[in-house]
């Protein structure tokens, strides 16, 4: 889009983009959780004690939840205290509790009675409440348990209990203790079965001190370039309840080289291919916020959510030229040669899992106040008209350095071109689209496409370039007329479709977007409706597939919305418009 959300660009404070925190409070279902037992019961002709737990969600809103846990003594004696244990399904935080004493540790939850309710009679009950917060998911959690003590073993913690890494690549999780020790605690991490092929790489040995004992130390797990399946990871010390983490090795499955011929793509092989995908924000606007690279994971168990909706061939990735070119204001930890590499990891990532990349040039520096401003500052923090050439034409140079040679990836040269609102007319902004320079109503110089796809030629690669059009890049009754000079002829038209677009029906469509399919592939680089459901992308969609035009749909990010987003979570769990995109996916051939 030409920003996530209308109005101001998301800040630091939010860390997240702003208009996507809008979901409406509701209260939601109880959500059951399977009762955890005590250890098992002695012989009946001895009073034993006992209890169960049962976890219920009792209300939720965007980022936020309240829960109570209810503790029943499920012996034949009474309770004189309990403690309950559990692991949240999310990324879910507690910020205040009532009527225990909890601790918690990552995702590791331990609360203990408190010294008015401890004492249960048999087949009675007591309960205990917190309210919380969390950013992707709050997912149900898991394993929980009631043990009939005021006190329980400790435990070595994990971020995770199992994962998939790709052939050749690695994994990360987190380990932490879920209590505060005494003195200094040493645990052992290493593969206790499976897969030889997997090994730690980092992270054998950690150290937890009674100060940092629930910040999470990393453990990062190498796969070779051969072998497949499951290795199961255990960290361990004494006197501590063990974690095993099960890493499965996936195999590699290299993502097409493509070139365009006519008004086709084509694969090495001559092969037409048509794109369907997802667009994966946050990399435009993370590292000039100055809090990340992504929004969300970007690991292999993430490409497999995103590999669960079938058909998917594609993930657009936007970037910042302001953090891949270091400009001085981008915090340096996610500027220069870090933000190149997390981009290029993902992008590795993603060709190996059989996904080609499309990177777009999203965000770029120029003050522009006129028409349809994103915002009134001079750096990369919005949608901009056109590029800057001072910054957009060295970025271009870079990223077909660093890409060619890999025509698995191809470049979007910016996203959503409105020129025309700048110039005051069609024809001055098409011109100001293809040849940049001094354009009216635009007070920094511009790069046109023609300049970009020089850039890029100029560097050695030979990827597929895709221009948008004006209007956002939702017009493309000029682009023929306007269409730079590719000396390798690999030209595609990128179009963007939303249902509150000018050129949003059948006739529009037929009339404006079907004459440069039959001359040059089209893409349709992001598609999306508001209304959270499929009634815009559903007959667009059957258009399109009609016209052997590929399609990608904005955006595969937990943002707490349905309106333009697909989930809401990085499980693959889709929204109400996410829910029609997959359907539209999985019926395709």
Not at 3 to 26: C, E, I, K, M, Y
Not at 51 to 75: E, I, K, L, P, R
Not at 227 to 232: E, K, L, M, P, V
Not at 273 to 279: A, P, R, S, Y
């Amino acid at each position: 889009m030409h920003h996530p959300f209308p109005g101001p660009a998301p800040t630091a404070a939010a860390a997240r983009p702003s208009r996507l925190r809008r979901r409406v409070a509701a209260m939601v279902s109880a959500v059951l959780v399977a009762v955890g037992m005590s250890a098992a019961a002695a012989p009946q002709a001895f009073a034993a004690a006992g209890c169960s737990a049962t976890y219920a969600n009792q209300s939720a809103w965007s980022g936020g939840f309240v829960a109570a846990v209810t503790v029943t003594d499920s012996g034949t004696t009474a309770l004189t205290a309990w403690t309950v244990t559990f692991t949240f399904g999310g990324d879910q935080k507690v910020t205040s509790n009532w009527n225990s004493s909890q601790v918690q540790s990552l995702e590791y939850v331990t609360a203990s009675n408190l010294s008015y309710n401890g004492a249960v009679a048999v087949g009675s009950s007591t309960s205990f409440g917190f309210q919380g917060t969390f950013s992707a998911s709050d997912a149900a959690p898991t394993g929980i348990t009631c043990t009939p003590s005021a006190t329980v073993t400790p435990a070595i913690v994990a971020t995770t209990s199992a994962a998939p890494v790709m052939q050749g690549f690695t994994d990360t999780y987190g380990v932490a203790l879920s209590q505060a020790p005494t003195a200094n605690v040493t645990v052992a991490v290493a593969r206790s079965s499976g897969n030889s092929g997997l090994s730690v790489g980092s992270g054998a040995s950690l150290t937890f001190t009674p100060t940092n004992w629930s910040t999470a130390q990393n453990v990062t797990v190498a796969a070779d370039t051969a072998s497949t399946g499951a290795g199961t990871f255990t960290a361990s010390s004494t006197g501590y309840t063990s974690a095993a983490v099960t890493l499965t090795e996936v195999a590699a499955t290299p993502a097409p080289q493509l070139h365009v011929s006519g008004n086709e793509i084509e694969n090495a092989a001559g092969s037409q291919v048509i794109l369907h995908g997802v667009n994966r924000s946050g990399a435009e606007y993370a590292c000039v916020q100055g809090w990340g690279f992504f929004d969300g994971p970007v690991d292999e168990a993430s490409i497999q959510a995103i590999k669960s909706w079938t058909h998917v061939t594609a993930v657009r990735v936007p970037l910042n030229e302001a953090c891949w070119n270091a400009e001085s204001y981008v915090a340096s930890a996610y500027a220069g040669a870090y933000y190149q590499a997390a981009v290029e990891n993902y992008v590795k990532l993603l060709n190996a899992n059989g996904i080609v990349a499309i990177l777009d040039l999203h965000w770029t520096d120029g003050l522009y106040t006129g028409t349809s401003s994103g915002c009134s500052s001079a750096q990369a923090t919005c949608q901009k008209p056109m590029p800057d050439s001072a910054e957009a034409i060295p970025f271009w140079t870079s990223v077909a350095t660093a890409f060619k040679g890999n025509n698995a990836v191809i470049f979007d040269l910016f996203n959503e071109p409105y020129a025309s609102r700048a110039t005051g007319s069609t024809t001055t902004g098409w011109q100001c689209w293809e040849n940049g320079g001094t354009c009216a109503g635009i007070g920094y110089p511009v790069a046109g496409m023609q300049s970009m796809v020089n850039a890029v030629r100029s560097a050695g690669a030979s990827n597929i370039l895709m221009l948008g059009g004006e209007e956002y890049a939702n017009d493309l009754s000029q682009w023929l007329t306007y269409e730079p000079t590719d000396p390798d002829g690999d030209l595609v038209a990128s179009w963007h479709s939303y249902d509150g677009n000018t050129c949003n029906t059948q006739s529009c469509w037929t009339s404006q977007v079907a004459p440069v399919i039959a001359k040059v592939p089209v893409i349709v680089g992001e598609m999306g409706e508001g209304d959270c459901a499929g009634t815009y992308i559903d007959p667009l969609t059957t258009w399109l597939e009609s016209e052997n035009t590929g399609f990608l749909a904005w955006t595969w990010d937990a943002w707490g919305s349905c309106s333009n987003v697909l989930i809401s979570d990085y499980t693959g769990t889709p929204t109400g418009y996410g829910a029609a995109y997959k359907a539209i996916l999985e019926a395709l051939p």
